[in-house]
């Protein structure tokens, strides 16, 4: 009887089907205990699905099976929990069927029992059994483009007269490869043209010919290929050829005819999709001699033509910006040859300016340097580093057609960070003296630089590598052991810069016999290096050569020099001390003294005088600044009028001081420094 429902049972589910053993639950049919478990699993073969059928079903009755329950999990994923008494017919018709594994897959059954029971339970009893899995018929996904044939354990793919399996043993192709090569004319259709074309086919006819013909491709006015509501090729037609890819064509519209392909060699390919009935394509094929084409990129030929015979010259001009034979050229001539290329090529390419030179450590940068672009009519920015220097003209420079930087606004050159002169940091407010002088602050007069040996004396710093000063003050100096001192007011500062003379030019016209000429009072000292700028160490500006000078203009004049402490006067200070102080009338620098050997100094038109009654320079600031405006104006910036040049003994009381006239000295000193610049 029990064998007799057991075939019943299995031949409605699969013709193939394994009894592989039985699953119940501990004690049955006698009745689980409290606390009873069980842990049940099995997989499938490969290709197979288990199945777990009960055949009876007696547990305690529990809402969602709290109590007691049955549990199967099919791949790990829960597909039922069971409890309560069911019937044979509800067990067949509505438990059993959701008991089935994925193919391959695992079926786990947990049963288990809570502490106690109102009645006795008999328990479960199933079978399990493994069939074949039928994917030709379950499996969406079995790949089979044609037919699919199910087997114990898998299943194979097959194509229909005509067509033959591919590789992957499930798509179904047709044979539609072909060589023509050597053919110089002939005809190509899709597959069964001109019925409906073949679905998955992949074909690829090459064509080829001897090197100096091209092929011309003619195509009939029929043309489908299938193509979706966007205008998009689902099935595809294209042609390779020399200089390029043509295609993809599709659609109902024919590719145009005659098609040159401008080569010798090509392949047609045609792709369809596994859908859809097109009629597909046909083309006669060809040669002809092959031409030239204007194909040299960035250019333009003379003469202009759409195409060029075999042996034609033309010339080729590259457009603006591009360059060709590694930048010689902008222009060459060249020669169509037989195989239809040109003869001399040379492409035009875009000119590169490259990174600008600038020195490692300069004051002038570019922005981002590292992402700069240095093609033709890309552009580059500068900044200078400091803001004691400024850049001159336009920051932004472009690449030209020449392969050069030049600057926006049209200058020529690199641009320049020149340094800001004239402008202290530190605002000046009181009025003071030298002789009955005021002490200066740090910063104040950030252009005095002090000269302590052999002689003492002042100097001023003019930019980053220069300063000026009077030509008595350093004349017969060795100039390679000149320091001078800048960054200070105390001249026994020991935190002041010391800046080493590489060397001293001391101005032509220089009689060098100071006691009676000081004639061209004026001399210049190049620096070893160049100095770092800051609130203590700026330049003075230097005036337009044609200032001129107006009596009674209030100065400042400073320096390290004599002055009066204690009713007492001393040869040098030991602080900066500045004094404003009058230009005097021409008639009074005329006025000049006599020195001690009753000469009369001579007064010149390179000199002025300057002072009042109380206020001078003295010996010691000789070679130091005197600058207008006088220092506590707000205006700036400030100029470089005069050089502490001469006068008589701070003792006499003179109160008047003869200075070198700085304006008549700027094309000297331009020049000088140019000169030495540019050696
Ligand atoms: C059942 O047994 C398997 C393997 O023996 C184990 O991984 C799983 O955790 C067990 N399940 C339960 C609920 O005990
Ligand atoms: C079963 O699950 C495991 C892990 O989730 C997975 O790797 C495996 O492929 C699955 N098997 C089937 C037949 O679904
Ligand atoms: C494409 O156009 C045809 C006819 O105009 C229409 O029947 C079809 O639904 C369209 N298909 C899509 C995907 O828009
Ligand atoms: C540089 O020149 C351009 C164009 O003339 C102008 O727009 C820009 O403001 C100038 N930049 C500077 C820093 O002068
Ligand atoms: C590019 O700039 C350089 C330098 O200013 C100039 O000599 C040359 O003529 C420029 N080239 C063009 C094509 O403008
Ligand atoms: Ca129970
Ligand atoms: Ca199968
Ligand atoms: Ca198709």
């Not at 001249?491 to 800046?499: F, T």
């Not at 009753?598 to 600044?625: H, L, Q, Y």
């Amino acid at each position: 009887m029990l064998r007799l429902s057991l075939l019943l049972l299995l031949l409605p589910y699969s013709t193939y089907s394994v009894l592989l053993g039985w699953v119940e639950s501990p004690g049955y049919p006698m009745g689980y205990s409290p606390y009873a478990s069980m842990n049940w699993s099995r997989c499938a073969p490969r290709g197979h699905t288990l199945s777990i059928r009960l055949i009876h079903l007696d547990l305690e009755e529990t809402q969602n099976c709290e109590n007691d329950a049955v549990k199967v999990f099919s791949n790990g994923s829960l597909v039922a929990v069971l409890c309560g008494k069911k019937e044979y017919k509800e067990l067949q018709k509505t438990v059993n069927p959701p008991l089935l594994s994925s193919p391959g897959g695992c079926l786990t059954l947990l049963f288990h029992s809570d502490y106690s029971n109102t009645k006795r339970h008999t328990g479960f009893r199933g079978f399990y059994t493994v069939q074949d899995f039928d994917e030709c018929q379950d499996d969406p996904n079995n790949e089979c483009t044609q037919f699919c044939h199910n087997f114990i354990g898998g299943y194979h793919c097959s194509c229909r007269h005509g067509y033959y399996l591919a590789k992957n043993k499930h798509t179904c192709t047709v044979s539609c490869t072909e060589d023509l090569s050597g053919l110089k004319k002939g005809v190509i259709s899709s597959p069964s043209w001109p019925g409906t074309y073949a679905e998955n086919a992949n074909c690829q006819y090459t064509l080829s010919v001897e090197e100096h013909l091209q092929l011309e491709l003619h195509f009939s006015e029929t043309f489908d290929v299938e193509q979706n509501n966007d205008s998009q090729c689902i099935d595809e037609l294209t042609i390779e050829t020399h200089p390029g890819t043509l295609g993809p064509f599709c659609g109902n519209k024919p590719p145009p005819s005659p098609l040159l392909t401008h080569s010798h060699h090509i392949q047609i390919r045609f792709m369809s999709d596994g859908f859809g009935s097109n009629k597909g394509f046909s083309l006669h094929f060809k040669t002809r001699g092959k031409v030239c084409r204007p194909v040299i990129s960035n250019s333009i030929m003379t003469p202009q033509k759409p195409d060029y015979h075999r042996g034609q010259t033309v010339k080729v001009t590259c457009n603006v910006g591009y360059v060709a034979n590694s930048g010689l050229l902008t222009q060459y001539e060249t020669t169509c040859q037989s195989s239809g290329t040109w003869g001399p090529s040379y492409p035009c390419e875009i000119v590169d300016c490259g990174l600008p030179l600038i020195g490692d450590n300069s004051i002038l940068q570019l922005v981002d340097s590292a992402d700069q672009k240095t093609k033709y009519n890309d552009q580059i920015q500068f900044y200078c580093t400091s803001k004691y220097y400024k850049l001159e003209g336009n920051d932004t420079y472009t690449c030209n057609a020449s392969g050069e930087w030049v600057s926006v606004d049209g200058k020529e050159g690199m641009p320049k960070c020149t340094e800001v002169c004239g402008m202290p940091e530190v605002d000046s407010s009181s009025s003071g003296r030298i002789l009955g002088g005021k002490n200066a602050a740090l910063g104040e007069i950030p252009w005095q630089l002090l000269i302590k040996e052999p002689k003492r004396g002042g100097a001023t710093l003019i930019n980053d590598q220069w300063a000026v000063t009077a030509a008595h003050v350093i004349t017969g100096f060795e100039e390679s052991t000149l320091k001078l001192f800048g960054g200070l007011v105390d001249g026994m500062s020991s935190s002041a810069s010391v800046i080493y003379s590489e060397k001293i030019i001391i101005h032509p016209g220089y009689a060098n016999n100071e006691e009676i000429n000081f004639n061209n009072d004026i001399a210049l000292i190049k620096f070893k290096s160049r100095v770092n700028l800051g609130p203590n160490l700026l330049p003075i500006c230097l005036p337009e050569s044609n200032r001129g000078l107006v009596e009674n203009e209030q100065g400042t004049v400073s320096g390290w020099g004599a002055t009066i402490e204690n009713k007492r006067l001393k040869q040098s200070s030991r602080f900066l001390q500045y004094v404003h102080i009058p230009v005097m009338s021409l008639s009074s620098c005329r006025d000049t003294p006599t020195t001690s050997s009753n000469k009369k100094m001579i007064f010149t038109d390179n000199m002025f005088c300057a002072g009042e009654t109380g206020k001078d320079s003295c010996p010691g600031d000789s070679g130091g600044p005197f600058v207008l405006p006088m220092l506590s104006s707000d205006e700036g910036p400030h100029y470089l009028i005069g050089i502490v040049s001469w006068g008589l003994p701070c003792k006499d009381r003179s109160y008047k001081g003869w200075y070198t006239k700085v304006e008549n000295y700027i094309d000297w000193i331009q020049r000088t420094i140019e000169a030495e610049e540019t050696q």
